[in-house]
Nanobody
Framework: VQLQAFGGGLVQAGESLRLSCAAS????????MDWYRQAPGKQRELVAA???????TYADSVKGRFTISRDNPKNTVYLQMNSLKPEDTAVYYC??????????WGQGTQVTVSS
C-alpha cells in the first residue's frame, strides 16, 4: 500500500488548508485512516482518526477546528484544517491500517502557519 499526501503549504494564522491522502496498491480494505503531525523537536502525535465506519477521534488541540473525513471507494482520507494557528506548524503524515492489520505511512506534507 502506498499513501500519497497532498495539500500542505504556507498560510497565515486564521486561514484554512485541506490535506488529502490517497491509498493505492494491492489491498482488500483499509480500517483506520489517520493524520499525525510532527513539529521540530517534538514527538509525532495523532491529530485525527477515522474508522472505516466513519467514527472520528481528534486531539484536544484541534477539536472544533479540524475535520477528518474519508471516501472509502476512493481510499482517500481528508483533513480540513480551519482557523490555523502557528502551533499547527508541522509535517503532517497520513497513516492507514489495512484489514490484515498492517500499518502504512505516507511521505509527509509540510504545513507552515505564520503569525
Amino acid at each position: 500500500v502506498q499513501l500519497q499526501a497532498f495539500g500542505g503549504g504556507l498560510v497565515q494564522a486564521g486561514e484554512s488548508l485541506r490535506l488529502s491522502c490517497a491509498a493505492s496498491g494491492r489491498f482488500f480494505s483499509l480500517n483506520d485512516m489517520d493524520w499525525y503531525r510532527q513539529a521540530p523537536g517534538k514527538q509525532r502525535e495523532l491529530v485525527a482518526a477515522v474508522t472505516s465506519g466513519g467514527s472520528t477521534t481528534y486531539a484536544d488541540s484541534v477539536k472544533g477546528r479540524f475535520t477528518i473525513s474519508r471516501d472509502n471507494p476512493k481510499n482517500t482520507v481528508y483533513l480540513q484544517m480551519n482557523s490555523l494557528k502557528p502551533e499547527d506548524t508541522a509535517v503532517y503524515y497520513c497513516h492507514a491500517v489495512s484489514s490484515s492489520s498492517r500499518s502504512y505511512w505516507g511521505q509527509g506534507t509540510q504545513v507552515t502557519v505564520s503569525s
